[in-house]
């Protein structure tokens, strides 16, 4: 059982919403420093160990702050999100790029930063050279194709659009050895939001192996293996949280088993997750505005897909409760729903909930990853503000809400005066 619980009960956010008007997200500080150390704790085995935020969960440059205070690097997958790293701080190996259809100046700024590089194809090797020159350290992303099944949000490896199948695997790092490539890396990732743990460790073996296998082969030794991001968060109340310590050890005994034993130590473990790193540690918190009763009971808020897609996207669970109602019965059954022209915007289908009123807050929980971020302008939507609860106990804006001048920023209206239709 996972606890659903806002840090801020409904008199702390009723205060809040009189200078931050609803829908926001909420971010706790404290929990995600508490979570970092947790993971940090449990690969401290390996000295090496690294984990690069997957920025494109929540980028947002005061929590990356955060994050980096506490040791994490930056997980980029385009320009902006490089630059977002860039203007925080980090620098060099404190950067991934991890490209996959990469434009080409998306590879000359990681390139410029210093970054390291995860390829996703062997044709972007001639294409990385071309627009930049290779750089001194590179890794390579592995699919396993059928040796490995996925979960469903990114499907099975073979489907997958990203990665090495295994004898280019092998013909990249050769390619890459010949044309003087000195520091290399192996990265995969075939999970999104898996809660068994073992996935984790048995990815982490079949890395190993390979390891092995490409020392034996082609000579080179891999100094570091990204077993990628996808670590799951227990969406549901139902659902466990994965853990950690478990994950940490399975790995640990395979690196003495396989790595030292092969005599190929150190090798530096790396991750780069996202969705557990801050997805339990945010909230969109919203208002009702209207109930409605037609052949369903339909409770509908001032926030929408906009701001939280899974459910819409993935018809993902997103725990969602009524501040200052916990304890009541929840026999309300009703569905969620935000103001987008879409019906499939809805937070939630058949929810049982306590008896909703208008005006009431809603919490919908587990929106500190891929919540925010994910968001978008379709039908006139503007982006909501960030809040960020610090340790101290004060909440600040990390972000502002978007205005219609932001929404109308790329259209040029003196141009419209002047254009004959
Ligand atoms: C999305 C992504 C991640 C992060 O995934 P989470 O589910 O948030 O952990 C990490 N690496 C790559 C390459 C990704 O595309």
Redesign the pocket.
């Known amino acids: 059982m996972s606890q659903k619980k806002c840090p801020l009960n409904r008199e702390q956010l009723e205060e809040l919403t009189q200078k931050f008007p609803t829908p926001f997200h909420l971010y706790d500080e404290a929990a995600i420093r508490t979570n970092a150390r947790e993971l940090k704790d449990a690969f401290a085995w390996n000295p090496g160990f690294k984990e690069y935020f997957?920025v494109?969960?929540t980028p947002n440059p005061y929590i990356m702050k955060i994050l980096q205070a506490e040791g994490f690097g930056a997980?980029c997958?385009s320009l902006p999100e490089l630059m977002l790293a860039e203007k925080i701080g980090l620098s060099g190996a404190e950067i991934i790029l991890?490209a996959?259809d990469m434009p080409a100046n998306e590879f000359v700024k990681a390139v410029e930063l210093g970054a390291v590089i995860?390829l996703d194809d062997i044709t972007h090797i001639g294409f990385l050279e071309e627009c930049s020159g290779l750089p001194e350290a590179i890794s390579i992303?592995y699919n396993p194709g059928p040796l490995k099944s996925g979960n469903t949000?990114i499907g099975h490896p073979e489907e997958a659009k990203?990665g090495f199948t295994r004898e280019q695997l092998f013909e990249g790092y050769r390619i890459l050895r010949d044309k003087g490539v000195k520091r290399f890396g192996l990265h995969t990732?075939v999970a999104?939001?898996e809660l068994d743990a073992t996935y984790f460790i048995e990815t982490a073996h079949i890395l190993f192996d390979l390891v092995v296998e490409l020392s034996a082969e082609l000579g080179i030794k891999v100094e570091f293996v990204n077993i990628?991001?996808?670590?799951?968060i227990p969406y549901k109340p139902e659902d466990e949280p994965v853990d950690l310590a478990f994950v940490g050890e399975g790995i640990r005994k395979l690196y003495e088993e396989k790595i030292e034993k092969a005599g190929l130590a150190p090798l530096d473990l790396n991750m780069?997750?996202?969705?557990?790193?801050t997805?339990p540690y945010g909230w969109l918190v919203s208002r009702v505005l209207h109930k409605k009763n037609t052949y369903k009971q339909f409770v509908g808020l001032d926030s929408c897909m906009t701001n939280l897609m899974r459910p819409a996207l993935y018809g993902a669970y997103h725990h969602i409760t009524v501040p200052g109602k916990e304890n009541l019965p929840h026999d309300f059954v009703c569905d969620v729903t935000g103001s987008l022209c879409e019906n499939n915007d809805k937070f939630a289908i058949d929810r049982a909930l306590p008896p909703v009123e208008i005006g009431d807050l809603m919490v919908i929980h587990d929106a500190g990853?891929?919540g925010h971020a994910m968001g978008f302008n379709y039908n006139g939507k503007l982006r909501s503000a960030e809040l960020l609860l610090r340790e101290n106990g004060g909440v600040v804006q990390i972000r502002r809400a978007e205005t219609p001048d932001d929404y109308f920023a790329t259209l040029d209206f003196e141009g419209l005066q002047a254009f004959e239709a």
């Not at 990628?228 to 799951?232: A, D, F, L």
């Open positions: 997957a494109k969960a997980d997958s991890s996959n995860n992303r949000i990203y990732m999104s939001n990628g991001g996808g670590i799951g780069e997750c996202g969705r557990i790193i997805g990853a891929h």
